[in-house]
């Protein structure tokens, strides 16, 4: 950000953050997500639900978009007030890596919304156990062919796979040319190739308790595969990741602790948003922290620590100083 601007949204700061109810902030507040139906649908109705209870004639209104990388554009170019996003992806834009033809920026955090989605390497039980497979560096000497279900080319998931799967010297072309396959396909469709039998492991980041694992576990013995600490380290460093460990008892079928690393996702809003708009959505997510954890069950856990944890990429200014009055 240069100097200039950062002036400008300091003086829009000290102009706005200590106003009465932000009220004029917005009717209607858009909110750029992922798929219809999905978690980052949900928190779009828990984020309408809490603004509400600040400021009834507001709303928040979730739209459908491809993901986080869309988000970034969209919220930076003003065309969203709002976007859900994962961490991950921030890092990818920061450094202009693909999809990103250069740096892109322009956005800033408002809320970390969650940091407990594990990649879960799902294998099928009998077939590590026969290829001596506990850890993903193990398939760099495995010469056998093996069978891998990604998510969807180009999303994070898929890119963390393969960055991760890099680091201990597999690639997805090596997989190919061993006689092996890799399948890019979102939740549902994995979780069926699965049952099917017709993969060996899938990988994506997802909430323990996955209703698409539970399901593969009805029909396959499965395990997981831990990913070694230097990977967790690299993954952590370069692309805002999260070392995660799964314990043993997570699933009626594993009897081991497992490390891996995560996926966070935050809320954000471009870096020269309206502050009032901003001070609205921040006020809400922490004095209806409820309304938030109240959407799904695996949002139990999310709190005020857990919000103002986002360390990738700075907070917009005015969500900073209402995180700070509310001790965080």
Same mark, same amino acid.
């Given at each position: 950000?240069?100097? &200039?601007?950062?002036?400008?949204?300091?003086?829009?700061?000290?102009?706005?953050?200590?106003?009465?109810?932000? =009220?004029?902030?917005?009717?209607?507040?858009?909110?750029?997500?992922?798929?219809?139906?999905?978690?980052?649908?949900?928190?779009?109705?828990?984020?309408?639900?809490?603004?509400? /209870?600040?400021? +009834? %004639?507001?709303?928040?209104?979730?739209?459908?978009?491809?993901?986080?990388?869309?988000?970034?554009?969209?919220?930076?170019?003003?065309?969203?007030?709002?976007?859900?996003?994962?961490?991950?992806?921030?890092?990818?834009?920061?450094?202009?890596?693909?999809?990103? &033809?250069?740096?892109?920026?322009?956005?800033?955090?408002?809320?970390?919304?969650?940091?407990?989605?594990?990649?879960?390497?799902?294998?099928?039980?009998?077939? #590590? /156990?026969?290829?001596?497979?506990?850890?993903?560096?193990?398939?760099?000497?495995?010469?056998?062919?093996?069978?891998?279900?990604?998510?969807?080319?180009?999303?994070?998931?898929?890119?963390?796979?393969?960055?991760?799967? #890099?680091?201990?010297?597999?690639?997805?072309?090596?997989?190919?040319?061993?006689?092996?396959?890799?399948?890019?396909?979102?939740?549902?469709?994995?979780?069926?190739?699965?049952?099917?039998?017709?993969?060996?492991?899938?990988?994506?980041?997802?909430?323990?308790?996955?209703? =698409?694992?539970?399901?593969?576990?009805?029909?396959?013995?499965?395990?997981?595969?831990?990913?070694?600490?230097?990977?967790?380290?690299?993954?952590?460093?370069?692309?805002?990741?999260? #070392?995660?460990?799964?314990?043993?008892?997570?699933?009626?079928?594993? %009897?081991?602790?497992? &490390?891996?690393?995560?996926?966070?996702? =935050?809320?954000?809003?471009?870096?020269?948003?309206?502050?009032?708009?901003?001070?609205?959505?921040?006020?809400?997510?922490?004095? $209806?922290?409820?309304?938030?954890?109240?959407? $799904?069950?695996?949002?139990?856990?999310?709190?005020?620590?857990? =919000?103002?944890?986002?360390?990738?990429?700075?907070?917009? +200014?005015?969500?900073?100083?209402?995180? #700070?009055?509310?001790?965080?």
């Amino acid at each position: 950000m240069t100097t &200039k601007r950062k002036a400008t949204i300091s003086a829009l700061v000290a102009a706005t953050l200590y106003a009465a109810q932000p =009220a004029s902030a917005a009717s209607n507040i858009t909110l750029c997500g992922g798929s219809p139906g999905g978690l980052w649908s949900l928190l779009g109705a828990g984020l309408d639900a809490a603004v509400r /209870k600040i400021e +009834p %004639d507001s709303t928040v209104t979730y739209q459908t978009s491809s993901g986080g990388f869309a988000n970034i554009v969209q919220v930076a170019q003003g065309k969203c007030d709002l976007g859900i996003v994962h961490v991950g992806e921030v890092v990818i834009a920061q450094r202009g890596e693909e999809p990103f &033809k250069e740096p892109t920026g322009g956005i800033a955090a408002v809320s970390m919304l969650y940091d407990w989605a594990p990649m879960q390497w799902v294998i099928d039980k009998a077939y #590590a /156990k026969e290829n001596g497979l506990n850890s993903i560096a193990d398939l760099a000497s495995f010469e056998g062919s093996f069978d891998l279900v990604v998510n969807r080319r180009g999303i994070l998931p898929s890119i963390l796979a393969e960055k991760s799967l #890099a680091d201990v010297g597999v690639t997805f072309d090596g997989i190919e040319g061993g006689g092996g396959s890799v399948q890019f396909q979102g939740s549902g469709g994995a979780s069926e190739i699965m049952q099917d039998g017709k993969a060996d492991a899938w990988v994506n980041a997802t909430f323990i308790g996955s209703g =698409a694992i539970r399901a593969i576990a009805e029909k396959r013995e499965l395990t997981l595969l831990s990913v070694p600490d230097e990977t967790i380290a690299m993954m952590q460093k370069n692309y805002g990741s999260k #070392a995660f460990t799964i314990p043993a008892g997570a699933y009626p079928w594993l %009897d081991k602790e497992v &490390k891996t690393f995560g996926a966070s996702a =935050a809320l954000i809003a471009a870096e020269d948003a309206d502050p009032a708009l901003v001070k609205l959505v921040a006020m809400a997510i922490f004095q $209806h922290m409820e309304e938030i954890q109240s959407v $799904h069950k695996a949002m139990g856990a999310f709190n005020g620590e857990l =919000a103002a944890s986002v360390k990738a990429f700075d907070y917009h +200014p005015v969500a900073a100083e209402v995180m #700070a009055a509310a001790g965080f």
